[in-house]
């Protein structure tokens, strides 16, 4: 199995910033993409920014020129950087990994329990 632990959220004036790391564990073989998606009450689940094993990174529009995506491909960690935060950021935030276990011959796609985040003065 493969699991993933987040850890950074809580609550941030407007304007403030929050780093949510996670990391991946287990009998993994390789990780292809890793990334963050957010549910807010009452709404559907959705992309943050997604990075690849490469290093590219791709991001929400909401959120370009605010969050940035890292990860440390030693580690099977995966940063988000959340700067100039808005009420609108308020949801729980959840970790994704595109990953292949040792012995499988298919890639898929594993969650993390999420983190709330809560942007309020």
């Known amino acids: 199995q493969v699991q993933l632990v987040e850890s950074g959220g809580g609550l941030v004036q407007p304007g403030g910033s929050l780093r949510l790391s996670c990391a991946a564990s287990g009998n993994i073989f390789r990780i292809n993409a890793m990334g963050w998606y957010r549910q807010a009450p009452g709404k559907e689940r959705e992309l943050v920014a997604v990075i690849s094993s490469a290093g590219t990174a791709n991001y929400a529009d909401s959120v370009k020129g605010r969050f940035t995506i890292s990860r440390d491909n030693a580690k099977n960690t995966v940063l988000l950087q959340m700067n100039s935060l808005k009420p609108e950021d308020t949801a729980v935030y959840y970790c994704?990994?595109?990953?292949?276990?040792?012995?499988?011959?298919?890639?898929?796609?594993?969650w993390g329990q999420g983190t709330q985040v809560t942007v309020s003065s």
């Open positions: 994704y990994c595109n990953a292949m276990k040792i012995g499988s011959m298919f890639s898929l796609a594993y």
